[in-house]
Structures are given as structure tokens and as C-alpha cells.
T-cell receptor, first 113, second 115 residues
Framework: KAGVTQTPRYLIKTRGQQVTLSCSPI?????VSWYQQTPGQGLQFLFE???????NKGNFPGRFSGRQFSNSRSEMNVSTLELGDSALYLC????????????FGPGTRLTVT | AQSVAQPEDQVNVAEGNPLTVKCTYS??????LFWYVQYPNRGLQFLLK??????LVKGSYGFEAEFNKSQTSFHLKKPSALVSDSALYFC?????????????FGAGTRLFVKA
């Protein structure tokens, strides 16, 4: 069974631009969570979607948004990019509300210049 | 508020020796606890979890962890370290009363195993 896939793997953007990252969960998984990983702040929870509904949200500004489609694929969008948004963005999928483990994708490395 | 502390930025151990990576947590209710490992340029891989029951949990690659409620700790252990265990290890906690998969991660501990 294929793992979690994230596209693109690497991205370079300029301050002020916006970016959309994509995540395809493991087949059959219905929950998708997004995390931001930086050297200074570590891993921080962004948001979680289950059956197309946002279920939990972390402490990030409104420039960070996401959505989930009916096939469980998810996208996250960051508008008006700032230098501090440079990070590895990780997506994780889980089967449903009865499971415990999260399965992580390889991440998208975003660099903002 | 939930939090996770990994007091050591780095742990060095010789191959064949036992290893311990420390983790303490703070959560209002009863926690779900996890360990993940990250290799360079890769996402996180699940190692083991504590949900309920036996305080000693066994996971992948020979790792185990002991849940200690009174000390709010969940230390990761392995009886005999391998060079290939060298990686970044994250302890994580989830409040079982919150619902969903919002998970709080520690800062990570880099493990170096020397041959």
C-alpha cells in the first residue's frame, strides 16, 4: 500500500506570494493533519481534517488555511508569505477516529526568500 | 495546556550499549503517548505508543518505553544500540479527551551511536 505522498517536495517562493501544498493520505485513511517543522520551533500542529471537516486547529495566523476533499486528499495554503514561513511542512494521515498512529509523508520543504 | 519536554538535545552511546532517551509530559487528563523517529530528509516514522494497560510498551526495531504516571515520564529505551539507530527522536502526547489527532511534540533528541 502506498504511503502518504506530498507534492511538491521542494518549493521556493518570494515574500508576499502565496503557496498551496498537497497531501494524499494512505488509501482508506480519512484523517489528515498538517504540521510545521522548523529548527527553532520544532514540530507544531497546524490543523486536522476528518471527512472534509476541520476538527482541530493550532495557533497559527489566518494566513494558514487548509481543506480536505471528498477523496480525503488535503491541501494547505499559506497566503502573503513571510520569511519565517520557511519550514518543512509535514502531512500525516490516520485511518479513522478509532486508530491512534499517524503516518507521516516525507514533507514539503518551503523556502521563502 | 499540553506540553512535552525532552531534556537532552543529544544523546551519545556506543554501539552495543543500552540507550535511554528521556521524555516528560504535562497534560490535564490521561494521555496518549508516542515516540517517533526521523531520519535525514524523511518524514516521521512511528515507533511505539502507550494507550492503556501495561506500562512497558514494546515497539519497532527493538525499542521499548516505560510509562510512569507518577513521574509523568515516558522514556524510550533499547537494550543494545545499533549505529543505524542514529537519528532524531520525538516524544509526543495527545490528550485523549480532546478528540482527533492534535498531537504535541517535544523538541527532539538527536541520538548518535558510535561504532
Amino acid at each position: 500500500k502506498a504511503g502518504v505522498t506530498q507534492t511538491p517536495r521542494y518549493l521556493i517562493k518570494t515574500r508576499g506570494q502565496q503557496v498551496t501544498l498537497s497531501c494524499s493520505p494512505i488509501s482508506g485513511h480519512r484523517s489528515v493533519s498538517w504540521y510545521q517543522q522548523t529548527p527553532g520551533q520544532g514540530l507544531q500542529f497546524l490543523f486536522e481534517y476528518f471527512s472534509e471537516t476541520q476538527r482541530n486547529k493550532g495557533n497559527f495566523p489566518g494566513r494558514f488555511s487548509g481543506r480536505q476533499f471528498s477523496n480525503s486528499r488535503s491541501e494547505m495554503n499559506v497566503s502573503t508569505l513571510e520569511l519565517g514561513d520557511s519550514a518543512l511542512y509535514l502531512c500525516a494521515s490516520s485511518l479513522d477516529q478509532t486508530s491512534y498512529e499517524q503516518y507521516f509523508g516525507p514533507g514539503t520543504r518551503l523556502t521563502v526568500t | 495546556a499540553q506540553s512535552v519536554a525532552q531534556p537532552e538535545d543529544q544523546v551519545n552511546v556506543a554501539e552495543g550499549n543500552p540507550l535511554t532517551v528521556k521524555c516528560t509530559y504535562s497534560v490535564s487528563g490521561n494521555p496518549y503517548l508516542f515516540w517517533y523517529v526521523q531520519y535525514p530528509n524523511r518524514g516521521l516514522q512511528f515507533l511505539l505508543k502507550y494507550i492503556t494497560g501495561d506500562n512497558l510498551v514494546k515497539g519497532s526495531y527493538g525499542f521499548e518505553a516505560e510509562f510512569n504516571k507518577s513521574q509523568t515520564s515516558f522514556h524510550l529505551k533499547k537494550p543494545s544500540a545499533l549505529v543505524s539507530d542514529s537519528a532524531l527522536y520525538f516524544c509526543a502526547v495527545r490528550d485523549r479527551n480532546t478528540g482527533g489527532f492534535k498531537t504535541i511534540f517535544g523538541a527532539g533528541t538527536r541520538l548518535f551511536v558510535k561504532a
